[in-house]
């Protein structure tokens, strides 16, 4: 069996067992009518089992329970882990879809999702230079500038609006600490074999903190945020905060104001943007100002 399909099955018995507590009896009638079981057996033998059992545990590292009721056993995740580390859940969830996919192949037509813009080509070679610390050589072109080649050390990797981005040093651009490469303008990433120190005082998480997106250079320094949001969009934010600083300080009947600790830089501005007609900024002054002039251009626009 390849590791891929090693890596599907646990998964499946992952959420099988989420979903618990449940007999291997009932494990074994969904496992017969999975398309993940290529060679259509009916039970999972004993020894494949609990080594799937063992393997979920060290891989996920959850624990898994089994509670004797009415001379049955009963298979579930302990409580306290059922919910997954949101890296472990990130890739969970892209596993999810596929064996979902596989599943349901004649749902396939009825499934649909945001197309993604390329360059996932690439993940591999960036993942291997940050797992080596090896120097990568990139070929890119920007929106603004010609392509061109440069080496790049790989710190991190950040996913934002369907589009995936490197993070690290580029010899591009020496005068930088760190720098952000959308994936989608790489045109070429090969691996060197130079390595590179990880510099110990880098935070990934650190160094978004201040903003939301992945623009961090040139952005100014943090503001107190207040946007007041009609009541229409106030669950949207509520179940899916713009960034972690986010705080409701005020809940009336017909709108709620949201708190921000961020640099608003050019991708938080797009987002409010897009909701102007359930957002108004408040403060701080220069922002709401700003606002009020795009208000004002837009109008001329559609009054000429």
Same mark, same amino acid.
């Given at each position: 069996?390849?590791?891929?399909?090693?890596?599907?099955?646990?998964?499946?018995?992952?959420?099988?067992l989420?979903?618990g507590?449940?007999?291997?009896?009932?494990?074994?009638?969904?496992?017969?009518?999975?398309?993940?079981n290529?060679?259509?057996?009916?039970?999972i033998?004993?020894s494949?089992?609990?080594?799937?059992?063992?393997?979920?545990?060290?891989?996920?590292?959850?624990?898994?329970?089994?509670?004797?009721?009415?001379?049955?056993?009963?298979?579930?995740?302990?409580?306290s882990?059922?919910?997954?580390?949101?890296?472990?859940?990130w890739?969970?969830?892209?596993l999810?879809?596929?064996?979902?996919?596989?599943?349901?192949?004649?749902l396939?037509?009825?499934?649909?999702?945001?197309?993604?813009?390329?360059?996932?080509?690439?993940?591999?070679?960036?993942?291997?230079?940050?797992?080596?610390?090896?120097?990568?050589?990139m070929?890119?072109?920007?929106?603004?500038?010609?392509?061109?080649?440069?080496?790049?050390?790989?710190?991190?990797?950040?996913?934002?609006?369907?589009?995936?981005y490197?993070?690290g040093?580029? %010899?591009?651009?020496? !005068?930088? @600490? #760190?720098?952000?490469?959308? $994936?989608? =303008?790489i045109?070429?990433? /090969?691996?060197?074999?130079?390595?590179f120190?990880m510099?110990?005082?880098?935070d990934a998480?650190?160094y978004?903190?201040?903003?939301?997106?992945?623009?961090?250079?040139?952005?100014?320094?943090?503001?107190?945020?207040?946007?007041?949001?009609?009541?229409t969009?106030?669950p949207?934010?509520?179940?899916?905060?713009?960034?972690?600083?986010?705080?409701e300080?005020?809940?009336?009947?017909?709108?709620?104001?949201?708190?921000?600790?961020?640099?608003?830089?050019?991708?938080?501005?797009?987002?409010?943007l %897009?909701?102007?007609e !359930?957002? @108004? #900024?408040?403060?701080p002054? $220069?922002? =709401?100002?700003?606002?009020? /002039?795009?208000a004002?251009a837009?109008?001329?626009?559609?009054?000429?």
């Open positions: 069996m390849s590791s891929s399909q090693q890596i599907k099955e646990y998964f499946w018995m992952l959420q099988v989420q979903s507590p449940i007999t291997k009896r009932e494990i074994d009638s969904r496992w017969s009518r999975s398309a993940l290529e060679n259509g057996v009916s039970t033998v004993d494949r089992f609990h080594r799937h059992l063992r393997a979920i545990e060290k891989i996920f590292g959850v624990t898994v329970e089994c509670n004797k009721k009415s001379n049955v056993y009963e298979y579930y995740i302990k409580e882990e059922s919910e997954i580390g949101q890296q472990h859940q890739y969970l969830s892209g999810a879809i596929g064996n979902t996919l596989k599943e349901c192949e004649n396939r037509g009825r499934i649909l999702f945001e197309n993604i813009p390329g360059g996932t080509q690439f993940l591999p070679t960036m993942v291997d230079g940050m797992q080596n610390n090896l120097v990568l050589s070929c890119y072109g920007s929106f603004v500038r010609e392509a061109r080649e440069f080496f790049f050390h790989p710190y991190a990797i950040k996913v934002f609006k369907q589009r995936w490197a993070v040093y580029s %010899s591009a651009h020496p !005068e930088d @600490e #760190v720098r952000v490469y959308a $994936f989608d =303008r045109l070429s990433l /090969k691996l060197t074999k130079e390595h120190s510099p110990a005082d880098f998480e650190e978004f903190s201040k903003c939301y997106g992945v623009t961090v250079g040139n952005i100014g320094p943090v503001e107190r945020i207040h946007i007041r949001v009609a009541k969009g106030v949207y934010l509520r179940t899916l905060p713009l960034h972690k600083s986010q705080e300080i005020e809940t009336t009947d017909e709108y709620s104001v949201f708190e921000y600790f961020l640099a608003p830089n050019k991708e938080f501005k797009l987002e409010l %897009s909701r102007s !359930e957002v @108004e #900024v408040l403060t002054q $220069f922002l =709401r100002d700003e606002f009020a /002039k795009i004002a837009q109008n001329d626009r559609y009054n000429v």
